[in-house]
């Protein structure tokens, strides 16, 4: 083989796992700097300046408008406090910390990131909204089936992930430093 294939070969080889990796990178959340507690991911710095080329690709690919860090911060979860996927066949429970904000939303949403829809027409809970116990405290039961309290609904054939967005939050700013005891878990109830 003549060194010009040689090369040809090459630099098409390395052309197509270059752009393989950055198509994974993509699809697979705002690029780096993400930050992890529990079963929740964000990037904080994807709606910044300083937002690196991998989260702008995924801005300019989806259209989605991210929090700026003044804004608020919006935390994904994709598994249950477990590690693992969330699954419309199974229920889910919300509860336990979450971190101060002015004012925040649980939503389910589909995997690209759109509201998922669901038969019910509800598609979140804000915290102006939710029914709380004696003690402040609060939970919601994310499920298929109507439950009674707090309750948000999926299809039953339809994979989703849950977004928390915290808005006026002081953990903008510091949020490479949140911890799976600042924010709620995500527990399975039960499965069918």
């Not at 989260?55 to 700026?68: D, F, K, M, N």
């Not at 979140?124 to 116990?133: L, M, Q």
């Not at 903008?172 to 709620?184: G, M």
Request: aromatic residues 8%; charged residues 15%; neutral net charge.
């Amino acid at each position: 083989m003549s060194i010009l294939v040689k090369t040809v070969v090459a630099t098409l080889a390395g052309t197509a796992l270059g752009l393989f990796a950055t198509a994974q990178s993509v699809e697979r959340g705002f690029g780096f700097d993400a930050v992890q507690a529990g079963p929740w991911t964000t990037w904080p710095k994807a709606g910044s300046n300083d937002a690196d080329p991998y989260a702008r690709a995924v801005i300019s690919r989806t259209g989605q408008i991210p929090l700026g860090s003044a804004e608020g911060l919006s935390l994904i979860a994709r598994t249950d406090s477990a590690g693992r996927p969330l699954s419309p066949a199974c229920d889910y429970v919300i509860s336990g910390a979450i971190p101060t904000a002015r004012f925040w939303t649980v939503t389910v949403t589909s995997p690209e990131g759109h509201i998922a829809d669901n038969a019910s027409g509800r598609y979140g809970f804000t915290s102006s909204e939710i029914v709380r116990d004696w003690q402040g405290g609060s939970s919601i039961v994310v499920s298929r089936a109507a439950r009674p309290g707090n309750w948000l609904p999926v299809a039953p054939d339809r994979a989703f992930f849950l977004v928390l967005r915290l808005y006026d939050t002081p953990n903008s700013a510091t949020a490479s430093t949140l911890d799976a005891s600042e924010v709620p878990a995500v527990v399975a109830e039960r499965c069918a």
